[in-house]
């Protein structure tokens, strides 16, 4: 019988979550923690990946003896920082064994229920990542603006790009851009102030008015999501170019986008079978369901 236990941890840009599971599956104890994000040092990573783990550890009851026992997999956001990885690896630590990769992956895993599989993230940004006999792949996601291609940034700036144009008579105007422009008072200096201090999360929060426009048949709105739609099949035809079994749309956006993607793709579309933490377990070692 296996006596291991296993942590799973989900350390994310905007917290960081923690389960401690025996090998049947049953949860012992959870806990979270701030954010645990590389970007934010490697210290401030660990002490909330820590935090959360010895929250679960404690609602779990465990002694010292016991903590030896587990098996930890950990997803880290921002691991692929140079030297991040590295770092983390050579911290120590009181469990059995502890394994690192990105809260993608994790997320990746989780989808899948621990075995091979893909996703395609589809959020303010947008990523591919898969794995297949332990190879792991990973297409886009280098970042807004120069990456991202397809996400809720993207169809943000490809909206305010047609305002602009529509503004100064260079190409016919809609619903959106009129919408947008007047969030502006109608003037492009103020856009460029707009844009001189916005991130991709701030254009992002055009990409509701561009969905809802496009769905009621505003020709800029639907000509920008099916960019952004063309975008997303491609990452999921990268995906399965490379023989990945089965793929799911997961982020914000993944059900908004979902219905313009093309039949072929939304053909090869499956659903999830568990959430990140489930794959954190599975990259700790616990057998799939």
């Not at 840009?13 to 090998?23: I, M, Q, V, Y």
């Not at 030896?68 to 692929?80: C, D, E, N, S």
């Not at 749309?249 to 093309?262: H, K, V, Y």
């Not at 990140?276 to 369901?289: M, T, Y």
Request: with cysteine; charged share 20%; hydrophobic share 45%.
């Amino acid at each position: 019988m296996d006596d291991a236990l296993y942590l799973g941890v989900d350390g994310g840009g905007t917290g960081c979550r923690a389960r401690l599971e025996d090998a049947a599956g049953t949860v012992l104890g959870q806990g979270i923690a701030g954010p645990a994000a590389t970007r934010f040092g490697i210290e401030a990573s660990w002490q909330a990946i820590e935090t959360a783990a010895r929250h679960a550890i404690e609602e779990a009851g465990l002694d010292g003896a016991q903590v030896g026992r587990i098996r930890a997999g950990v997803g880290v956001a921002g691991i692929g920082r140079k030297g991040a990885r590295a770092a983390l690896e050579a911290i120590h630590h009181p469990y059995a064994s502890i394994a690192f990769t990105s809260d993608a992956m994790i997320a990746c895993l989780g989808a899948h229920g621990g075995r091979d599989g893909g996703i395609v993230i589809v959020g303010t940004g947008t990523c591919a990542i898969g794995r297949v006999d332990g190879r792991e792949m990973k297409f886009g996601g280098y970042g807004f603006p120069i990456s991202d291609e397809g996400s809720g940034a993207y169809l943000g700036l490809r909206a305010l790009q047609h305002s602009l144009r529509a503004h100064d008579g260079r190409e016919g105007g809609s619903v959106l851009t009129r919408e947008l422009m007047a969030r502006f008072q109608d003037d492009p200096a103020e856009v460029v102030l707009w844009m001189d201090r916005s991130t991709a999360t701030d254009y992002a929060t055009f990409a509701p008015l561009v969905l809802r426009q496009a769905d009621q048949g505003d020709a800029v709105a639907r000509q920008v999501v099916q960019e952004a739609a063309e975008h997303v099949n491609g990452l999921v035809r990268a995906l399965l170019s490379e023989g990945v079994p089965r793929v799911s749309l997961i982020g914000g956006l993944a059900s908004a986008l979902e219905a313009w993607l093309a039949p072929d793709v939304r053909r090869r579309l499956s659903p999830t079978l568990g959430d990140a933490i489930k794959g954190a377990l599975a990259l700790a070692g616990r057998a799939p369901d």
